[in-house]
């Protein structure tokens, strides 16, 4: 059974830094592109960032790009996203996402305030 | 960048009822790699359609999706109670963004 578990969120006060993990589990890890997706407080969802199977391309979206750094480390089958300089509008639930072409499987989220 | 707008933003209707949901893209989507996801309340969304229109493993056969180009439906041929959720359209493909639309919320009438 696939399972995508995150954690690391919390509450963090304007421009600290903090780091996302996703433990998965259930697949061969290192054959599977992972992205982070995210939802701020009842709004709709939002795209982050994508990362391939051995870590060598990435892609971000233009709000976080020189922020927020997506990692993996498939000896620990797990995915990563540092994020700095964060901003009240950073304030989310985060998700880590198996790419399949689709997003085919969901961790339940990790929420992150940021909030002074 | 594609931008994906559905419609309508909120939708109400009693459960037996057929719900048709739209998403419109602001560029011809290629090879209609278009996927829907549902999500309940408290939930992570999960996925139900891919490719516009192939439905993901364990899918009841009530949902289904069509369109091609720029314009997709999702269609719920007789709500159950379960399915009064929110429901996002998703592009994607080689090249990201993958941009998500903003969601169409299904309620109770």
């Known amino acids: 059974e696939v399972q995508l578990v995150e954690s690391g969120g919390g509450l963090v006060q304007p421009g600290e830094s903090l780091r996302l993990s996703c433990a998965a589990s259930?697949?061969?890890?290192?054959?599977?592109?992972m992205s982070w997706v995210r939802q701020a407080p009842g709004k709709g969802l939002e795209w982050l960032a994508d990362?391939?199977?051995?870590?060598?391309?990435?892609f971000y979206v233009d709000s976080v790009k020189g922020r927020f750094f997506i990692s993996r480390d498939n000896a620990l089958h797990s995915l990563y996203m540092q994020m700095s300089s964060l901003r009240a509008e950073d304030t989310a639930v985060y998700y880590c996402?198996?790419?399949?072409?689709?997003?085919?499987?969901w961790g339940r989220g990790t929420l992150v305030t940021v909030s002074s | 960048e594609i931008v994906l707008t559905q419609s309508p933003g909120t939708l109400s209707l009693s459960p037996g009822e057929r719900a048709t949901l739209s998403c419109r893209a602001s560029?011809?989507?290629?090879?209609?790699?278009l996927a829907w996801y549902q999500q309940k309340s408290g939930q992570a969304p999960r996925l139900l359609i891919q490719g516009a229109s192939s439905r993901a493993p364990g899918i009841p056969d009530r949902f289904s999706g069509s369109g091609s180009g720029t314009d997709f439906t999702l269609t719920i041929s007789r709500l159950e109670p379960e399915d009064f959720a929110v429901y996002y359209c998703q592009h994607y493909g080689i090249t990201p963004p993958h941009s998500f639309g903003q969601g169409t919320k299904l309620e109770i009438k």
């Open positions: 560029q011809s989507v290629t090879s209609n790699y």
């Open positions: 259930g697949f061969t890890f290192r054959d599977y592109w």
């Open positions: 990362i391939n199977g051995d870590g060598s391309q990435t």
């Open positions: 996402t198996r790419e399949n072409w689709v997003k085919d499987y």
